[in-house]
């Protein structure tokens, strides 16, 4: 069964520019959660997708949005890049077939910001 | 953004010794997890944890689940240079058990030498 898979695997971008990260989930699972990891703020949650509508939000600013498809896979969007939003993002898939469901983390895209 | 207290930061041991690490927060969670992660990968899912009290193994892995719901634990016996990694505690705290948001501990970060 083949993970989770995040493309692109690296991306730079200057400030003001904007970026797409996609993400496919495990075969079967329906949830899409993103998370932002960086160095001083650690794994810090971002949003979270379920059947195409968003479940829940973490506290970043409107920049940062994202959207899931039928077939489960997302993409996440940054608008007027920072440099501050130079990090790795995570995207996570689970089955949600029950409570508390475990989430399976792709490897992420590294994004740099100059 | 939030955390959890994660300890120790770092750990530098021998091959063969016995490792703890510990994870608390201020509220309760009804699931903990344990993560690790190697350089430039994400989080890869060790243990899962649903229940108060409950102690659960993986190979050399042990966690146990705060009875308090406040903190959880992690033991690697007999470490091994490829236990080298980051290790992440993360907690579900949603009792509604609608959301696959996570919070993360800060990290231990794990050196074996042989």
Same mark, same amino acid.
């Given at each position: ?54 479940? *829940?939000?973490? *506290? #970043?600013?409107?920049? #940062?949005?994202?959207?899931? #498809?039928? *077939? ?31 989430? #399976? ?10 | ?15 063969? @010794? ?22 430039? @990968? ?73």
């Amino acid at each position: 069964k083949a993970g989770v898979t995040q493309t692109p695997r690296y991306l730079i971008k200057t400030r003001g520019q904007q970026v797409t990260l996609s993400c496919s989930p495990i075969s079967g699972h329906r949830s899409v959660s993103w998370y932002q990891q960086t160095p001083g703020q650690g794994l810090q949650f971002l949003f979270e997708y379920f059947s195409e509508t968003q479940r *829940n939000k973490g *506290n #970043f600013p409107g920049r #940062f949005s994202g959207r899931q #498809f039928s *077939n489960s896979r997302s993409e996440m969007n940054v608008s007027t890049l920072e440099l501050g939003d130079s990090a790795l993002y995570l995207c996570a898939s689970s089955p949600r077939t029950r409570m508390g469901e475990k989430l #399976f983390f792709g490897s992420g895209t590294q994004l740099s910001v100059l | 953004g939030q955390q959890l207290n994660q300890s120790p930061q770092s750990m530098f041991i021998q091959e063969g @010794e016995d490792v703890s690490m510990n994870c608390t927060s201020s509220s309760i969670f009804n699931t903990w997890l344990w993560y690790k992660q190697d350089p430039g @990968e994400g989080p890869v899912l060790l243990i899962a944890l649903y229940k108060a009290g409950e102690l659960t193994s993986n190979g050399r892995l042990t966690a146990q689940f705060g009875i308090t719901r406040k903190d959880s634990f992690l033991n690697i016996s007999a470490s091994i240079p490829s236990d080298v990694g980051i290790y992440f505690c993360a907690g579900q705290a949603d009792l509604s058990y609608n959301t696959d948001k996570l919070i993360f501990g800060t990290g231990t970060r794990l050196q074996v030498f042989p």
